[in-house]
């Protein structure tokens, strides 16, 4: 099981970082985050490696948002800054089991977590 949390309401500009915890199972593969926002698709915002050595992201949050994770606590984080009101959505973490890269299916989501940015 995932659980995101870590969202909240902040101001354009500002910075905010999730996390992703895993229960009943270890990661032993590749994280991804998604986020939605209201009337929209699901969108791809960035996965890396169980190793935490290759990082891939969209080219919206490329420079703005970091990924990486601690093995050790089973957890996947995603840093964001310069955060923007587009930025606005309910984020999501999933794992994959795909042995390609970057991923493009994942099987685990854990809920979301809300992030309302405000100008």
């Known amino acids: 099981q995932l659980q995101a949390s870590g969202g909240g309401e902040v101001q354009a500009g500002g910075s905010v970082r999730l996390s992703c915890a895993a229960s009943?199972?270890?990661?032993?593969?590749?994280v991804g985050w998604f986020r939605q926002a209201p009337g929209k698709e699901r969108e791809f915002i960035a996965t890396?490696?169980?190793?935490?050595?290759?990082?891939y992201y969209a080219d919206s949050v490329k420079g703005r948002f970091t990924i990486s994770r601690d093995n050790a606590k089973n957890t996947v984080y995603l840093q964001m800054s310069s955060l923007k009101p587009e930025d606005t959505a309910v984020y999501y973490c999933a794992a994959s089991l795909e042995g390609s890269w970057p991923p493009k299916q994942y099987l685990y989501w854990g809920q979301g977590t809300q992030v309302t940015v405000s100008s």
């Open positions: 890396i490696t169980w190793s935490g050595t290759m990082q």
């Open positions: 009943g199972r270890t990661f032993s593969s590749a």
